[in-house]
């Protein structure tokens, strides 16, 4: 169990939707990070945040957006669900910026489907 | 962009028999490297990761790896695999926006 909590593990829905992920990172990390994983395009950082505030943006499309909040929850927001937007979305914490070799720890993932 | 290269998606090797998986990192500069393991219907765990104070970095599992730079490799290795072994392993790059190679698909033959 790395700490890492991410729900819902399993999500469908169909395209045009727009769904919520929710990532709870590991007690006393400050830093969460997203990452999507599918066949095609294989593990991609998508963002990070560190204390609330965004800290490194990857290759997340506009109609995706995340935030954290006081408590250090994250969530990932994707709008106007497309077919290729189905894919595992994983989230990773680590205790600081994330600007040395600590490692950062993964949850279980949500798998999205869109139909 | 900076990468980091795996080759061969899937790897068979028999029960007992080494396991090893070849990473390749573009960069002059030694950057920070981690090998990741995911088992069926679960997250990325961390094997281990290289750091400065040694090229040969020990793990969990009885997984190593040896940084190389003249070769900017940064290989896994397991002197004899157990069924358990069978999932896929992710070499990465960076520090906050991590890089993943393509990965390795491992099965382990009885």
């Known amino acids: 169990d790395s700490g890492v909590t991410q729900t819902p593990k399993h999500l469908i829905t169909a395209t045009g939707q727009r769904v919520t992920l929710r990532c709870s990172p590991r007690?006393?990390?400050?830093?969460v990070y997203w990452y999507q994983q599918s066949l095609d395009q294989g593990l991609q950082f998508l963002i990070q945040?560190?204390?609330?505030?965004?800290?490194a943006k990857g290759n997340i499309l506009e109609r995706f957006s995340a935030q954290q909040f006081p408590d250090l929850h994250s969530e990932l927001n994707l709008s106007s669900l497309e077919l290729g937007d189905s894919a595992l979305y994983f989230c990773?914490?680590?205790?600081?910026?994330?600007?040395?070799?600590?490692?950062?720890?993964f949850g279980d993932g949500t798998r999205l489907s869109i139909l | 962009a900076q990468s980091v290269t795996q080759l061969g998606s899937h790897v068979s090797v028999s029960e007992g028999a080494l396991v090893l998986l070849r990473c390749n990192y573009s960069?002059?500069?030694?950057?920070?490297l981690f090998w990741y393991v995911q088992y069926p219907n679960q997250g990325l765990q961390l094997l281990l990761k290289?750091?400065?104070?040694?090229?040969l970095v020990k793990g969990i599992n009885g997984f190593e790896a040896e940084f190389k730079k003249s070769e900017t490799s940064f290989h896994l290795t397991k002197p004899s695999a157990h069924m358990s072994d069978a999932a896929e392993y992710f070499c990465?790059?960076?520090?906050?926006?991590?890089?993943f190679g393509k990965g390795n698909q491992v099965v382990v033959i009885p």
């Open positions: 990773a914490s680590s205790v600081g910026t994330g600007e040395t070799n600590q490692p950062q720890h």
């Open positions: 007690s006393g990390d400050l830093s």
């Open positions: 945040y560190y204390n609330g505030e965004e800290r």
């Open positions: 960069s002059s500069v030694p950057p920070y």
């Open positions: 290289y750091t400065s104070a040694a090229t």
């Open positions: 990465a790059r960076g520090n906050n926006r991590l890089a």
